[in-house]
């Protein structure tokens, strides 16, 4: 693999990850509600998902589910409704108090590992990304050369553009976090996260192959 090519990778990447998604949003809503140190479980949990599903990808599963509709069916249901469950969970989250957005210690607590688990179930609940990753990273891979050092590399690097975005929409959080000491602002923060996740799960719910 060319320097060329490996920039116009990262490029690539960095333009498809910075696009609003169901993880990017879940990470910033997280760093809103909890803080920004918190939402650092949920990034850590949607990279361990992408890395294992590309690495799936690339092992073949995606060429699985193209060939098999009823179980990309059921796979797409599954993750459409998880988008659903998190959409219920925003609405829910507005009538905690909005007043907590400053302090991080009269933030309400949550299990690191629970944050974890839902970044890992967010990011692995896209059977897509499967499907992304078998048409978008064989593009970039130099034939007449060793595969896995190229695979390697491309995996890596799609994994630290996704941390760069999630770092960003986290930090993004943060701010709007101070917005949202306002009883009223949290409320419809919370009602617009909801209808996010829920358009998500929509979204997953038609899509075809």
């Known amino acids: 693999m060319t320097f060329h090519t490996w920039l116009l990778f990262a490029a690539t990447a960095f333009v498809l990850s910075a696009m609003p998604g169901p993880n990017m949003m879940h990470v910033m809503s997280t760093s809103t509600r909890y803080g920004f140190l918190r939402s650092v479980s949920v990034m850590a949990g949607c990279v361990l998902a992408i890395v294992l599903v590309v690495i799936a990808s690339l092992a073949g599963m995606a060429g699985v589910l193209a060939a098999s509709p009823h179980l990309f069916a059921v796979l797409r249901m599954i993750g459409a409704a998880y988008m659903v469950f998190l959409g219920i969970q925003a ?80 930090g993004g959080g943060r701010v709007l976090s101070v917005w949202l000491r306002a009883p009223g602002v949290h409320r419809v923060f919370c009602f617009v996260s909801g209808l996010v996740f829920i358009g998500f799960g929509a979204m997953l719910l038609l899509t075809r192959i």
């Open 91 to 170: 609405w829910r989250a507005r009538h905690m108090a909005g007043d907590s957005g400053a302090d991080p210690s009269s933030m309400p607590t949550v299990a690191m590992r629970d944050l974890f688990r839902d970044g890992f179930l967010t990011g692995i609940s896209n059977p897509k990304l499967l499907l992304f990753a078998a048409a978008f990273l064989p593009q970039f891979v130099n034939p007449a050369a060793a595969r896995m050092p190229q695979y390697v590399t491309l995996v890596t690097t799609f994994a630290m553009v996704e941390v760069a975005c999630y770092l960003a929409y986290a």
